[in-house]
């Protein structure tokens, strides 16, 4: 089983929809959770850090869930810019350092 | 803005030749990575730099050696190259290694195709 899973779509859905993401994580130790945003052809970068209380940062609202071990991403009023590959990041704490694992991302593209 | 580049972009190798990808920080980081990226795979950990001149294995590590002469430069380095090689490498940097750091900043990648 990955240490981290993600459905990796796509999600096709049009201007304006909701659109939710999931993410698992297996390993009941993880201590921070974080969802990337990768654009085709180009780097990740942190999109949202995922706090236990949940967070929200304009359209988007990340929550977690640690007795089932999820995190989850929520888009509303989603945009064409808002295509691109999700990543949900968990952190685990071994060895003297904050090792971070990667799910292999949730594809959206968002259409007129 | 945190810049961290790449050397190259793209690198078309051959089996067994050696390849040097350079990473270059200009933030001051002391952390430094190397990750490679697969469809369906997501982001693996090669190798780790916690310090100058420190190294750490990351989750698939064979094949791969790096090096960390200053602070600012992190270099992967395949010493023979082999076609299940081929692949997108992405280094980062981060500031802190406490608990809840998650921001990595990410280089463009180097897509390396192994033929």
């Known amino acids: 089983r990955k240490e981290v899973e993600q459905d990796p779509g796509p999600f096709n859905v049009p201007e304006g929809a909701t659109v939710a993401f999931n993410c698992t994580y297996s390993?009941?130790?993880?201590?921070?959770f974080f969802w990337y945003r990768q654009d085709c052809r180009k780097e990740p970068k942190l999109l949202m850090s995922?706090?236990?209380s949940g967070n929200e940062d304009g359209r988007f609202t990340a929550q977690l869930n640690r007795a089932s071990q999820y995190i989850s991403l929520l888009i509303r009023d989603s945009k064409l810019s808002d295509s691109a590959t999700y990543l949900c990041?968990?952190?685990?704490?071994?060895?003297?350092?904050?090792?971070?694992?990667f799910g292999a991302g949730t594809r959206l593209a968002v259409h007129p | 803005d945190v810049k961290v580049t790449q050397s190259s972009r793209y690198l078309v190798k051959r089996t067994g030749e050696k390849v040097f990808l350079e990473c270059v920080q200009d933030?001051?980081?002391?952390?430094m990575f190397w990750y490679r990226q697969d469809p369906g795979l997501g982001l693996r950990l090669i190798y780790f730099?916690?310090?100058?001149?420190?190294?750490e294995k990351g989750d698939i590590p064979e094949g791969y050696s790096v090096s960390r002469e200053k602070k600012e430069r992190f270099s992967l380095i395949l010493e023979s190259a082999s076609t299940n090689q081929t692949s997108m490498y992405l280094c980062?940097?981060?500031?802190?290694?406490?608990?809840?750091?998650?921001?990595?900043?990410f280089g463009e990648g180097s897509r390396l195709t192994v033929l």
């Open positions: 980062a940097s981060s500031l802190s290694t406490g608990y809840g750091s998650g921001e990595l900043f």
């Open positions: 390993n009941s130790a993880s201590q921070s």
């Open positions: 995922v706090y236990s």
């Open positions: 990041v968990v952190t685990m704490f071994s060895g003297g350092y904050n090792k971070l694992i």
């Open positions: 933030m001051d980081h002391e952390n």
């Open positions: 730099s916690y310090d100058v001149k420190m190294k």
